[in-house]
């Protein structure tokens, strides 16, 4: 990975850590442009410098989050890359939260800056292209990823589903993409097997419909489907910038792209959130798998401001012994969009076939609870209207 002419400032009350850092940036594409012992003293020089990267040690200031964030007010778009020893995970999580890109353990070695530089940096430009291109763009498609903290719910599930279900609208196209990398099952939930997956798709310079019509593999359905990679090695050479410049890419060919997100909160599973147009966030009624969302929640508000794009789905409600409605909505501070009854041996033996739940050769009885689905993810707003109190509930079934 490279980081062409990035200019670094840093903060860092240890004179001989600076130094250090100074002393390693010879043949790493990284240009020191300045230094400061206190964050007091290093705002104005920001304001002034704006760097590509600001290093900042726990002992150049005092409270951690609101210094992030009076970093960036400074320089907006600076990466900021907390450093510290011995520094806890609370405290880091907090910075994460206000805006930091990356962290870094002392002692840290020129390659590790490097390394940590260059992939805050990739992300930041990728996001640049991004509101770049739907700034010039008058047509894109939707994209929306659907996510669990908690494997077993049922994501590939519904986002198989829901893809089949948003083709079927009049002149609708949809693209399905699999980016749980290393044990995506949208291949086996509907019975689709590839040469070209991902890691293909991210080697090409130009996207064109041409290439779209050659790599992804089309369902009976309508659906196009780009499948994760066989081969586990691949997936450690995907970085997180390929991936957002191919999910913008393909923007223009389809109406909707359905991301299927691995349950890691891992930066590629952070960043397609954040961009995408509705984040459908998938729960069951059980303490457990509430409280993992509800982490999630808490821990990326202020980062991925998620709230407003955001659609809770409670998989098999309401389960034997299965918390309320109204408790699940207070617990997570959103409302509930949709409940999604459990037909577990139905869906089993569609999964088992490889169908989707609205091919009629799977005899279910879903097809209708999907479209339902469908329309709440094309529109929120429809459901919001219709709810006529606080908790908004399309009834769907699984």
Known sequence: MSTPDATLFVLDADPQATAAVRGGLAASGLRLVG???RVEHA???LKALH???VILDVTACGDLASTVRALLVASSNSCVIVTGAGTSPHLMSRAVAAG????????YSPRELFDTAAEALGVARAQVDVKSARRTRSASGKLLAVYSPKGGVGCTTIATNLAVALSARPKTSVALIDLDLQFGDVGAALDLHSVNTVAEMLKVEAI?????????VRHESGVRALLAPDDLNVVDTIETEQVLRLLEGIRPYFDYIVCDLWSSLDPLTKNVMRVADRVLLVTTPEFPALRDLQRVLNSTRADLHLDHRTSVI???????AGLPIAQMAKALGLPISATIPSEGITVTDAINRGLSLLDSRAKVRLARS???LAELAADPTKSDASAGSEISRVAVSR
């Open 51 to 53: 760097p590509d990267v």
């Open 208 to 216: 064109t419909a041409e290439l779209i019509d050659e790599t992804f």
């Open 314 to 320: 409670v998989n098999r409600f309401p389960g034997k």
């Open 43 to 45: 705002l104005d020089a």
């Open 100 to 107: 930091a890109r990356g962290f870094l353990l002392k002692p």
């Open 35 to 37: 230094s400061e012992a």
């Open 370 to 372: 999907y479209h339902q």
